[in-house]
């Protein structure tokens, strides 16, 4: 039996397990708080802090810099993280898990779809 | 005969720090290909067990499995493209995502080139009559549409072997019978597909499966045609009796000499026992247990042994048995 490519399948899988991250942003809006706002008011806490050690005004921007890139990434790993410990209570791990694919694959669209999102 | 599936002395011991629980015990299995075959059996007797085994999410502890002539466990990459399954009361996916979208979806993981698939899923929709349901989210679903939507993504990727786990569950009469239809309909377009089915209805299991196989504490007790299991039963006399509720009775009748297996369960507030008697003569027995619990008779027939007179009698027990009786 002649069966697609592992690479082929590695692929196509990253953009499937993305795919439900892209449509919800659009019919599930709940991250505009989640994802956007919370993480804003996270960055304006840290320069108040920043501010209050009286460091070094020039520095600030690196502080704005880091304040999004650590909302970025801290989005993109709490909603792997919750999506995992979602698909595993619901059955999809089983599916993903029996399917002939790639775990990898899987975690990669789950982070692609995360990382659009943010 | 050409097998689909074949156990060989197949193990699986659950182990926690206190215990260990032996899931099977030395399961021997051989399926035959283009077979629809039913694996029956109470909670937690192993079934679900044995076909996560099967289909690659479990390794046994000791033995052997088969599928399509691969190995479970050094194989199980090539295994994955011949096989799905589909559970009853599944809630898979994601809500948000249209009926159309989730199956396309679960076919991407396979590979599938993205407008056969499409065009694959329109026509298992039209055929299992969801297609007015394919734009709609899948959280919209009711349960009978939802498990239709389940039984077709296991079916767009056009598996050897088709794992079917409870597939009518809390479904109303007409969904159920659906999904039959729909597994029947499956198997014939082509001689070589074969279905594995566990279950909890034996009337399914009569009119669906070629073979049955009885699993109870992690061991084959039968296996057979539906036929064969009943003519385990057929000399002994099958007698209903309704009773109103009352106190505990159950062992008390298994214990009445001629009595070869009993079971109970509860249906619009009257318990409806099922003996299977060695001889007619039994009845005498048990009518003076009867008697002397103070239930009221509410109605006795005798009848013709089914499926589950056979799985009473092997296992001990009824499938839906509860402990009220």
Known sequence: ?118 | MDIAVETRALRRVYKTRSQEVVALDGVDLRIGRGERFGVLGPNGAGKTTLIKILVTLLLPSSGAAFVDGLDVVTQFRELRHRIAMVSGGENVGFGMLKVKEQLWMFSQFYGMPSNPAKRRIAELLERLGLSDAADRRVSGLSSGMRQKMNLIRGLITNPRILFLDEPTVALDVGAARDVRDEVRRWMAEDASRTVILTTHYMMEADELCDRVAIVNRGRIVAQGTPAELKQQVQQNAIVDIQLSPGRRLLDALREVAGVAGASVAEQDGIDRFTLLLSSDAALGGVMRIVEGSGREIRGLQKREPTLEDAFVKLVGRGMAEEEQG
Do not use: C
């Open chain 1, 1 to 118: 039996m002649s069966h697609p490519s592992a690479v082929r399948i590695f692929l196509k899988t990253i953009v499937a397990r993305a795919f439900p991250r892209f449509v919800g942003s659009y019919r599930n809006r709940t991250w505009i708080v989640t994802e956007t706002l919370l993480p804003l008011i996270g960055t304006i806490a840290m320069i108040y802090v920043y501010r209050a050690l009286h460091a070094p005004a020039r520095y600030l921007g690196f502080v704005v810099l880091g304040g999004v890139l650590l909302a970025f990434w801290q989005n993109v790993i709490w909603a792997m993280a919750t999506q995992f410990f979602w698909d595993r209570g619901q059955g999809n791990l089983e599916l993903f898990a029996m399917a002939p694919t790639s775990l990898a694959a899987i975690l990669l669209g789950m982070a692609l779809g995360g990382a659009y999102l943010s």
